[in-house]
T-cell receptor, first 115, second 114 residues
Framework: AQSVTQPDIHITVSEGASLELRCNYSYGATPYLFWYVQSPGQGLQLLLKYFSGDTLVQGIKGFEAEFKRSQSSFNLRKPSVHWSDAAEYFCAVGRRTSGTYKYIFGTGTRLKVLA | DSGVTQTPKHLITATGQRVTLRCSPRSGDLSVYWYQQSLDQGLQFLIQYYNGEERAKGNILERFSAQQFPDLHSELNLSSLELGDSALYFC?????????????FGPGTRLTVL
């Protein structure tokens, strides 16, 4: 079955440390890939997206992600985490099915930042 | 602010009741999506409308229905509510129906069924 896996439910990092959030997808073709962030009590906000081309994509708030076809991965990274980055992060796949597109979201990774 | 509005912000009701959640998409967006976010199920796609017509269905229960009106706002109707329907319900909108269209999410409606 087609799916999106975020293996880390919780991650804790110290402020200023680097961050990598993992995302793996199971899909026959290269799907459209997204990372969203959800702050407490808020809706989801798009951080970045990948459709084709350069496999390293830059997003907002200093985030980047790298698409690796051989590993079916789309990991999110940030070189130096800020306390305001504490939130829940969702990886999502946009895939075509029955003539339309659907989004499948991973279960999310909750990031805690230590001062 | 994503430009997507949802009302009400909070809703508390009893089992067996019926509620209606409302969503206004961003100006210019023709697609509206509904999602349910719960602790045990995560973020689940329910249904999508495009320019008034249903385009895609996800894990939407038969007790739930939705529609998109000519002014493009959408309503999600939840009936015969059960305790397990307690969740955050998000609406999102996008320009079109392509998989690479960015979805803009509203702040959500928190439904509590007692």
């Amino acid at each position: 079955a087609q799916s999106v896996t975020q293996p880390d439910i919780h991650i804790t990092v110290s402020e200023g440390a680097s961050l990598e959030l993992r995302c793996n997808y199971s899909y026959g073709a290269t799907p459209y890939l997204f990372w969203y962030v959800q702050s407490p009590g808020q809706g989801l906000q798009l951080l970045l997206k990948y459709f084709s081309g350069d496999t390293l994509v830059q997003g907002i708030k200093g985030f980047e992600a790298e698409f690796k076809r051989s590993q079916s991965s789309f990991n999110l990274r940030k070189p130096s985490v800020h306390w305001s980055d504490a939130a829940e992060y969702f990886c999502a796949v946009g895939r075509r099915t029955s003539g339309t597109y659907k989004y499948i979201f991973g279960t999310g990774t909750r990031l805690k930042v230590l001062a | 602010d994503s430009g997507v509005t949802q009302t009400p912000k909070h809703l508390i009701t009893a089992t067996g009741q019926r509620v209606t959640l409302r969503c206004s998409p961003r100006s210019g967006d023709l697609s509206v999506y509904w999602y349910q976010q719960s602790l045990d199920q995560g973020l689940q796609f329910l249904i999508q409308y495009y320019n008034g017509e249903e385009r895609a269905k996800g894990n939407i229960l038969e007790r739930f229905s939705a529609q998109q009106f000519p002014d493009l706002h959408s309503e999600l109707n939840l009936s015969s509510l059960e305790l397990g329907d307690s969740a955050l319900y998000f609406c999102a909108s996008s320009v079109g129906t392509l998989g690479n269209n960015e979805q803009f999410f509203g702040p959500g409606t928190r439904l509590t069924v007692l």
